[in-house]
């Protein structure tokens, strides 16, 4: 199956972690590469390869940022000459949430789709995406916001590609942890860091998706945590106390938040480095299973600290080997001139008494010499017949 994708949006955005893993899940579904999609702020440039694209691809991917969103869905529908109808799912959700206060229009372009189109209402009904099949092709938009688009791919897109082809695409969260650790993969190697985890509940899925990063057990430790005083244990003093436990460079701590509503989990991700904690709270769509929540909150974890521990103003000065204790001193230059001056004296000392130790004038000689009697010094020469 060929399939081609296109992105609606900002031109100067990043969108290298989205566009990575959609195309990544659909070249898994179609068993051929997929080709990187591009970007579009302009509606007519897209249009343009969508009427390519109709020629010879068996699926065309239209994703879109929420800031044109609306506008595609209507170019777009309007160029494949679709009729149009409204959702009562969409709108049903709409009215539901208590998010936003749309207007009349507002509503009307929200819940407009295409006839005989499977729509993917989302919770609030804002943005969402549908498939339609016209003549032999499928056609979908899709929302491309991060809360938007992993949900619908997952709840929606996957298992439809799965009724309607009889392709088993899998668990869609997987492609996008593969691509997390692929990224922490990297950043580890390059910076050669080491990472100490606090152990608090959420700790156990870390280490199961750890299991996709490369070389994991040889960069990570999990260090104990005291769950009998969690309410007294904030996010980063256990990251702090993970870190300086066992010396590493970095410590990580993720404890579960105080649910805002019911049905609603939120996780505070703390990432240290002894001086200097990001910290971020991730909460979960009104609608996301627990499961898929977790899964995106690790790979979250992976790409936060895989651009914590590569920003050089968070980096760990290391040194060749071990880490020095605190309290070793720095030998200087003074010191060793001291050093050098104390061995030439001693040689001197040494070749003296070795040769001239029946000498009873030598000792005397000798000090006055060292003191700094330079009257007496032309006595040196004596001592050393």
């Known amino acids: 199956m060929k399939i081609d994708m296109l992105i609606y949006g900002d031109e100067s955005a990043d969108y290298s972690k989205r566009a990575t893993i959609v195309r990544n899940a659909f070249t898994s579904i179609s068993n051929t590469e997929v080709k990187y ?16 694209a109709v020629k010879n691809s068996d699926m065309i991917v239209i994703f879109a ?5 609306l506008r595609a869905k209507e170019a777009i529908c309007r160029s494949f000459s679709f009729q149009m ?20 229009d507002d509503i009307e372009k929200h819940t407009a789709f ?4 499977t729509v993917f209402p989302l919770y609030d009904g804002l943005y969402s995406g549908f498939a339609i099949h016209s003549a032999k092709q499928c056609i979908m938009l899709l929302p491309f916001s991060d809360e938007r688009l992993f949900p619908t791919m997952k709840k929606y897109v996957f298992p439809y590609i799965q009724r309607v082809y009889s392709i088993h695409p899998g668990n869609f969260y997987n492609h996008v942890i593969a691509y997390s650790a692929s990224v922490l993969s990297n950043a580890l190697k390059k910076t050669k860091s080491t990472i100490s985890i606090a152990n608090t509940p959420f700790c156990r899925y870390i280490a199961h998706s750890g299991k996709k990063v490369d070389d994991w057990n040889s ?11 969690a309410d007294r244990n904030t996010s980063e003093l256990s990251a702090n106390q993970a870190r300086d436990n066992y010396n590493y460079d970095y410590g990580i701590s993720v404890i579960e938040s105080p649910k805002k509503s019911e049905g ?20 979960s769509l009104p609608d996301e299973s627990r499961d898929d929540f977790i899964d995106y909150v690790v790979s979250e974890l992976f790409l936060m600290t895989a651009e914590y521990i590569t920003d050089p103003r968070n980096k760990i000065r290391k040194s060749s080997g071990k880490k020095k204790p605190k309290n070793q001193k720095m030998i200087t230059g003074p010191m060793i001139i001291l050093f050098i001056l104390l061995f030439i004296i001693a040689f001197i000392a040494t070749y003296i008494i070795t040769k001239q130790i029946d000498n009873p004038n030598y000792f005397s000689t000798l000090i006055k010499y060292i003191t700094g009697n330079m009257q007496k010094a032309s006595v040196l020469p004596e001592l050393l017949r």
């Open 37 to 52: 999609p591009n970007v579009y702020s302009r509606l007519s440039l897209g249009l343009k390869e969508i009427e390519s």
């Open 264 to 283: 609603v989990f939120s996780y505070l991700i703390t990432i240290t480095n002894g001086k200097k904690a990001t910290l971020r709270n991730i909460s």
């Open 85 to 104: 109808t409204h959702s009562d799912a969409v709108l049903n959700n709409i009215k539901a949430s208590s998010l936003t206060t749309l207007s009349r």
């Open 114 to 117: 295409p006839k005989n189109s």
């Open 219 to 229: 960069y990570v430790n999990y260090a104990p945590y005291d769950k009998k005083h």
């Open 65 to 69: 940022d929420d800031n044109i969103f």
